[in-house]
């Protein structure tokens, strides 16, 4: 099941930049949530916050508190690899092994973790292979082709497979689409729609009808602020804020 | 500008809206004057100027729709091309009505003259007024102007009421003057369904303007039924 998101308080800086500023917003689990706002606002370190990948860049820091489920992300001695195991994000530009069969892809994560027993890892190659709906498409090639052979639209269904497989309390999806063409965007829209049942999804995106179709809630940012969150079909009808109803309208800046 | 074309679009439609809505006004008052003057040649500009109304209908729906699916509109624009589909209807219903009138007023010049108890001058006035309003509340976008349309159907239904009243006692006095009284009370059953329709532009506008809902007498406040946490 999911889990839900408390965030306190949550400032970040690159070097000097202050990118985020006085985040506080609750995410309910089982919800998909879109994070929108212009180029710069915040929104992809953000999500990046949640998951501890925000430090991986060397000159970032940041200060606040983040809870997902049981998991206090930057309580002291808290491991950064645990967090980003129990936390899946999915990227902008699929990024499969390439070299890897899509079976080794979707089961590498569970390998690496120690898990070696072949009929449970079939299974849940299968099972994240289903939920990611690619299953009926790589069922008879799974051992044969590597991860670079599919499209790009397979590829980014192989990586959300990918960080399935690991069974992850929260899934982070960072422009999950944009690369790719609508079909495939229908097809990882839907998957986004049918995942919330057993995962609390948050979603970054430029593209505003994406959020209105698969979001329950939006939050939008600007400047590194937060500067709304609602209800989507609120955030996308009557916003509160002038500064919302700018940016989806169309008439900012 | 941003979204040019999106916003020659918005403006597009509104000035074609508030074109119609002067020809509806136009017709209204027109089909008022046919009755109180004998005048057939009124109720036949009537007829006329509701196939303009007509052919305006399907040209606001176009634009209207060529924006929904081109432009995505959003949060206010959203609501906007909402609205004038909306009001875009009740115009062209209030041309049809229009030419009700005007039919009636044909009918009652094939029966002589009679003395009717019920003030369809006034009546007109009121409603022409509704109409007014309805349609400057969606110029200024001011709610306040809707809100005082809204206030004024109660009126203009007491009047219809008291029509209804003092007609069907002049049926029982008169029987042979039965057709020319019927004609009466349909005209005044136009001219309140009129009032209808410009009390629903007024809660379309207030439907735009504000994003709430006031139809059928509910207030005008939005519901706080949100469940997330507000920032700042």
Known sequence: MGVGIEVKELNAWFGKAQVLKEISIKIGANKVTAVIGPSGCGKSTFIRCLNRMHETNPEARLSGSVQVGDIDVYKHGQDAVDVRRRIGMVFQKPNPFPTMSIYDNVSAGLRLNGFHKRRELDQIVEHSLRMSALWDEVKDVLKKKSGASLSGGQQQRLCIARALAVQPELLLMDEPCSALDPISTGKIEELIFQLKAEYTVVIVTHNMQQAARVADYTGFFLMGKLIEYDKTEKIFTTPSDKRTEDYITGRFG | ?232
């Open chain 2, 1 to 232: 500008m941003i979204r040019s074309r999106f916003q020659n679009g918005l403006d597009e439609l509104k000035e074609r809206l508030l074109e119609m809505g002067g020809m509806a006004e136009a017709a209204i008052e027109m089909a008022a004057e046919s009755y109180r003057k004998r005048d057939g040649r009124l109720a036949q500009q009537v007829f006329a100027r509701e196939r303009q109304i007509n052919q305006s209908e399907r040209t606001i729906d176009e634009i209207a729709v060529d924006l929904l699916a081109m432009q995505q509109p959003m949060a206010t624009d959203l609501r906007f091309v909402l609205a004038v589909l909306k009001i875009n209807a009740d115009l062209e219903r209030v041309g049809d009505l229009a030419v009700n009138i005007a039919q009636r007023s044909l009918d009652l010049l094939q029966e002589p003259e009679v003395e009717v108890p019920v003030d369809i001058a006034r009546m007109t006035t009121a409603v022409a007024t509704m109409v007014r309003r309805a349609l400057e509340s969606f110029l200024s976008a001011k709610i306040e102007v809707a809100q005082a349309v809204l206030e004024m159907d109660s009126i203009v239904d007491r009047m219809k009421d008291e029509a209804f009243v003092n007609l069907v006692a002049e049926m029982k006095r008169n029987p042979e003057q039965v057709r020319s009284y019927l004609d009466v009370l349909l005209i005044a059953r136009s001219l309140e369904r009129i009032a209808d329709h410009a009390t629903n532009i007024a809660e379309d506008v207030i439907f735009w303007v504000s994003g709430a809902d006031v139809r059928h007498n509910f207030r005008l406040t939005q519901e706080a039924d949100s469940d997330a946490p507000r920032e700042q």
